[in-house]
């Protein structure tokens, strides 16, 4: 039950980073697990370094700048193409940023210890759980609820909320959706890096990691409804637990099970439990 | 349509070129691909899994529908094949009637999913083929006792092919001739004509439905698919049609690869499969009729050559993809048709928005707009 809230959580931190993304750009980032596995990697060569903090401080920071980077050199050409032809690029960044993890750190799956004084666990009263996973927990929540916060609370989310709405006429009132966009998908890269240099120690990593996490996060935003902030959440924890108790009831349908799910979501309701727009046209 | 006789004439002659050039390029192939570092059984497999791209052209270029999934057909119609021959008719293995079953399996299976994909767009139409491919993954990799797990089926050697008159074993080679630069006519195997017969059978089908009132119609809802409602047809089932002869083209790939190679595994249905096809069909060219073929033997020839010299043969291939993507939105071969066309358009069409006014003005319907 708590190692699919945990499993879930992954998936919300990725799923946020893809649906706000998605919001405000309109984009369908094939690369976004791509930003999980850099952050995995810089995350596990900075904290043999230095320690674990650092690895964690480097790792966000790093995957936002390599994302603002591939939104200024080459996501900014696909603004004004279809939808498929972005898709098309961010899955061909995918495929070269998973290659030269490959190349540079090889194939082989690595895990990295988690620190001394965390490695224990804590007595929950009614089960005794390892004390980093609780701490990841807490982690993730409290990154889900500042960037509600950020969103909902702040001048600069108002801008992002509105830019969502109607970008022009944001334009015309004089804010600046262009760096709200950069900003946005920075910080959606950024979660899924520091999310993927602070899970490395409970799920191993390989330069595969990126797509074998993109693909479920996927079918959490569909759930939830692409676009939606409470929606990844709500879908991410949704998914995390089907598979958790899927693997107990019958463990050869758990990693079907979530696709069924997304796919009796998409068929009985296109747009999501919590998405908004009408996805069927025609 | 109403052609005078010069025009009907042209045409004919236009269609005897295209089918004698399309021959005689499958009869030198595979000899014209051993100097250059291939070989002829390289080009057995460019051909077979060059039907699977040319039927995915149906659905993404001339349909407009990204499919993320198409390695479903295409590795479910190789277990299939595989166990007709292995499990299902080991007393009487017969070739014709693994290849009929895996892609009559395999059209069941895409009418069926087809019917619940094709009423999505874009993004949402990727997405759910994705998923559906994941379950198809799945349901292979768990299912140890009829597909092996991830083992896969070995060894199933393929049943000669019975063609009434005579049985061909198709894994038979040519007599030894040496041909100097160009190898030996005797590294060439009967499969090779096999594969090139089926594969020009696939492309003159193909060529006379995208030709057809179909393929118009087809084009039409691509371009603007109310309009196309309005004058009176149903997009759902063009587009289900579509999907389902690209995935059974898929399938026929699918079969008759397991078979050439003796064996499949679930590689075959991987997202990293279902991306191939993309990337063939993109780097060969969209909406043309040889591109995916030329991009498969394209991406595959440069796999065969660049990874026996370097692991790093896949970051190439992405690197590759992303500046077609970016510079050749064409392809190899729509690269070369390009010019003509985009200049009558320039010309003629000027209801399309002004290109200053940002296409993402209206963000809530933007995602939902059909590939332009």
Known sequence: ?282 | MRRGPAAARAQRNADLRFYALTLLGLVLFPIAIHPIGGYPGLATQILLVGIASIGFNILLGYAGLLSYGQAMFYGVGSYVALLCVSRFFPQHPNFWVAVVLAVAFVTVMALLIGMLVVRLYGIYFALLTLAFAQMFFFIVFKWRDMTQGDDGLQGITAPPLALGFATIDLTQAFPAVNLGPFGDLSDVHYWYVFAALVTFAVLVFTRILVRSQFGEVLAAIRENEERSTFVGFDPMRYKLAAFVIAGALCGLSGALRGLYETSTAPDALTVETSGNFVIFTIVGGVKTLLGPLIGTGFIMYLQNVISAKTDAWRLIEGVLFVAIVVFLPGGILGSFRRKAPRALLANAVRVTPPPGEPSASDAQSAPHELPR
């Open chain 1, 1 to 282: 039950m708590l190692d699919g809230f945990i499993r879930g959580l992954v998936y919300v931190a990725i799923a946020l980073g893809l649906t706000i993304v998605f919001g405000m750009l309109r984009l369908v980032n094939f690369a976004h697990g791509a930003f999980y596995a850099i952050g995995a990697y810089v995350g596990l060569v900075v904290a043999q370094q230095y320690g674990i903090v650092w690895g964690l401080v480097a790792a966000p920071i790093a995957v936002a700048l390599f994302a603002v980077v591939f939104d200024r050199v080459l996501l900014r050409l696909f603004y004004d193409r279809e939808p498929t032809a972005q898709i098309l690029v961010t899955f061909g960044v995918a495929v070269v940023v998973e290659e030269t993890l490959r190349l540079i750190f090889g194939g082989t799956t690595r895990t990295f210890a988690v620190p001394d004084a965390l490695s224990g666990s804590l007595n929950l009263g009614f089960t005794q759980y390892p004390a980093y996973r609780l701490l990841f927990a807490v982690g993730i929540v409290a990154i889900v609820l500042l960037v509600w916060f950020f969103i909902e609370r702040t001048d600069f989310g108002l801008i992002v909320r509105a830019g969502i709405r109607d970008r022009t006429m944001v334009q015309l009132l004089g804010g600046n959706v262009r760096l709200a966009s950069t900003v946005i998908f920075a910080l959606g890269a950024g979660i899924a890096g520091l999310v993927g240099a602070a899970a490395s120690p409970i799920y191993s990593v390989d330069p595969n990691t990126g797509f074998s996490f993109l693909v479920p996060s996927f079918v959490v935003v569909v759930i939830g409804g692409l676009g939606s902030f409470w929606g990844a959440v709500v879908g991410g924890l949704i998914v995390g637990e089907l598979q958790s108790l899927t693997t107990l009831v019958f463990p050869a349908a758990s990693d079907v099970v979530i696709y069924i799910a997304m796919a009796l979501v998409l068929i009985v309701r296109p747009s999501g439990l919590f998405g908004e727009s009408e996805v069927i046209r025609g």
